[in-house]
């Protein structure tokens, strides 16, 4: 079986090469600037890697008592230039009121608890809002409307737990153009709040 195999292979070698000598060097050169191509594409997409200060915010994130008992209606990303932290609508646990920007008292007591791990960090703060991909039926209100009273209520709502209002600096609402899973875009978790505690300078 094995010396059938090699055979096989040898055939293919050959043909292969039979092939290739009946292609012009201009041919050859255009297919290797191709495969040149798909390989720089390819690097390019490749995730960058986390920095070492990332990982230890994030794991000590992950060691916050309000963190733990959040369960799945907080999500915990690591990133090249800090970590994300995907507070989720659930079925069990939901975040907002339907079609608004305001948040459930789930939503309310959550965001207070996230406010208490962050205040004594340093870190600067971005906030993102994000809805599902439903149409919304209120005439003259979108998604993009929504996303962004979301981002701003959790803005207000950190600010009264206790993170000073400079260290915020962005706050955007984001409609359903990022979705956690872009399979599946009308997903009760794509209904959330992503709060980035950034890398750099302490302020």
């Known amino acids: 079986m094995a010396y059938a195999d090699f055979l096989t292979a040898l055939m293919a070698f050959f043909l292969l ?22 390989d720089t594409a390819s690097a390019a997409a490749s995730v960058p890697p986390v920095p070492a200060e990332a990982t230890r915010l994030y794991s000590l994130l992950t060691l916050a008592d309000a963190l733990e008992k959040a369960g799945d209606s907080v999500i ?43 205040a004594p960090l340093p870190n600067p703060l971005s906030i993102e809002g994000h809805t599902d991909a439903f149409t ?29 209002p400079d260290r915020v600096r962005s706050v955007s609402g984001l409609s359903d153009t990022r979705p956690l899973d872009p399979g599946q875009p009308h997903l009760a978790q794509n209904r959330r709040i992503s709060l980035k505690v950034q890398l750099g300078e302490p302020l």
């Open 76 to 118: 915990l990303t690591a990133e090249p230039d800090g970590v994300r932290l995907d507070l989720v609508d659930t079925s069990g646990r939901p975040l907002f009121e339907s079609a608004s920007g305001a948040l459930t008292p789930d939503g309310r007591a959550l965001v207070a608890a996230i406010a208490g791990t962050l």
């Open 17 to 38: 090469m039979w092939l290739v000598s009946g292609v012009s060097p201009d041919d050859r050169s255009a297919i290797a600037a191709r495969f040149k191509l798909g």
């Open 136 to 164: 919304l039926t209120q005439a003259g209100y979108s998604n993009w409307e929504l996303s962004a009273d979301r981002a701003n209520e959790a803005r207000r709502l950190l600010e009264a737990g206790g993170i000073a």
